[in-house]
């Protein structure tokens, strides 16, 4: 028999050190305070959030359980304190009303809740796991490039409003042609005023073209990315982003679980006979998000290959109405999900039509 998600966390913490810590990281100062095996208080502070400080607190000590919330230096403190010999708890301030909604909030109170929490029972901290350095850094390769086709993005829109508002009018075409598809067409009194932003443009261009070789390269570190990329409108940056933000197929018990860790499940308010329809609860990783609806989009689109995938969305699509479209490519984007990690997990390819049941699609 399988044994749940919970019955495996559960598991995970089932050591618990005399000493329980729960440090509030700010950018400058971290609180901290420390419980013994019996709940009571036994030590409050607050040190600096350097290597150095925390190396100072917590080298040498016996065996700790450290629970920190999850921001923008609990990565390398994570790293730190687990090679110093300690069990890190990384909590999720989203999924904690009483850290983030607290009428009494302050960074004293809030690491005495974290300590007090994981002293109690580590799963009410909704536990994070943070990735490899390595990892991490492949992954923020993949985010400097969205930031720099934003970037992109937003100059070639400036420009086209420029040449608007003095009559013109510059032609369509791609991202990676817009510099010369458009000089002849820019307005004499604009072209001194627009080339720095064609040369900015030119310059994001090839920065883009150099990021997309080293992320297609990936797949020689990481081989499931090959595995991911069978499934149609699944292309490296996708594939790599999936691979590279769960961290690995053992992140969640169930493949079916995927959809909800990415915010694509609609949200709950059940109470009672009352189970009004939600929206998508829009949690998790935004980027990767993002990412599998656009993949959801072309799988419904024109030139999308056949498969058995594609004819279930756009059944859901012809028969919702005038929104029916936008609620199929978002459960195409849950089923992608959920299909690849189930691909990740099991490492078999794509079946554009799987001899299986019809629900077992995904």
């Not at 971290?30 to 600096?48: A, D, F, K, T, W």
């Not at 400080?53 to 687990?82: C, M, T, Y």
């Not at 300590?115 to 943070?130: V, Y």
């Not at 969205?146 to 508002?165: C, P």
């Amino acid at each position: 028999m399988k044994k749940s998600s919970r019955s495996m966390k559960q598991k995970q913490w089932k050591e618990r050190p005399e000493i329980t810590v729960g440090v509030d990281m700010g950018d400058r100062f971290s609180h901290y305070c420390v419980v013994n095996g019996e709940g009571e208080v036994m030590e409050e502070g607050r040190l600096r959030t350097t290597g150095e400080a925390f190396q100072r607190q917590f080298e040498g000590a016996v065996r700790q359980r450290i629970a920190l919330e999850a921001g923008p230096h609990s990565p390398w403190a994570n790293r730190l304190l687990e090679e110093l010999g300690h069990q890190v708890i990384v909590a999720n301030p989203r999924q904690i009303p009483a850290l983030t909604a607290s009428e009494s909030k302050n960074d004293r109170n809030d690491a005495e809740k974290l300590a007090r929490f994981a002293h109690c029972d580590p799963l009410l901290l909704s536990p994070l796991r943070h990735r490899s350095l390595e990892r991490q850094t492949d992954l923020n390769r993949i985010r400097v490039r969205d930031l720099l086709v934003r970037s992109r993005t937003m100059l070639i829109n400036a420009a086209r409003g420029m040449v608007k508002s003095a009559g013109g009018r510059l032609p369509s075409c791609s991202s990676e042609a817009f510099v010369s598809r458009v000089q002849p067409y820019v307005p004499a009194e604009l072209r001194e005023i627009l080339q720095p932003l064609l040369e900015q443009i030119t310059s994001l261009k090839e920065k883009i073209r150099v990021l997309d070789q080293e992320i297609a390269g990936l797949e020689q570190r990481y081989p499931e990315i090959r595995i991911l990329r069978t499934v149609p409108g699944v292309g490296p940056i996708v594939a790599s982003t999936y691979v590279l933000t769960l961290d690995g197929p053992d992140t969640m018990a169930s493949s079916r679980q995927a959809g909800a860790f990415l915010g694509l499940r609609p949200r709950q308010s059940q109470s009672g006979d009352a189970n009004p329809q939600q929206r998508i609860s829009k949690t998790g990783n935004v980027y990767l998000r993002r990412l599998l609806v656009q993949s959801a989009q072309y799988l419904l689109g024109r030139f999308a290959p056949d498969c058995a995938l594609r004819r279930w969305g756009l059944k859901l699509a012809g028969a919702g109405g005038k929104r029916g479209k936008k609620r199929a490519i978002v459960a195409v984007a849950r089923k992608l999900a959920v299909l690849l990690h189930r691909l990740w997990k099991s490492g078999e390819s794509f079946q554009p039509f799987p001899q299986a049941a019809p629900g077992a699609v995904a």
